[in-house]
């Protein structure tokens, strides 16, 4: 596994998710500034981190993703 460089979305969103924390795109996007979310992931995926993806739905209706170590 190549490690991360440090203070790059993928290791910032990585200790985020260490914490028990879960995100979203929009909270990625506030927090890390990350406008591809799901791009992360995938690298953090191949990296070997079991990173687990559910549904969310939000008030609108609208379904979204949602991330957790």
């Known amino acids: 596994m190549h490690p991360l460089k440090p203070n790059s979305q993928?290791?910032?969103i990585l200790a985020y998710?260490?914490?028990g924390q879960t995100l979203t795109p929009l909270s990625a996007l506030r927090l890390f500034d990350c406008l591809r979310l799901s791009g992360r992931i995938l690298e953090l995926r191949q990296?070997?981190?079991d990173i687990k993806t559910e549904e969310q739905m939000l008030p609108s209706g609208k379904v979204v993703a949602q991330y957790s170590l």
């Open 47 to 49: 990296r070997g981190w």
């Open 10 to 12: 993928a290791s910032l």
């Open 17 to 19: 998710l260490a914490r």
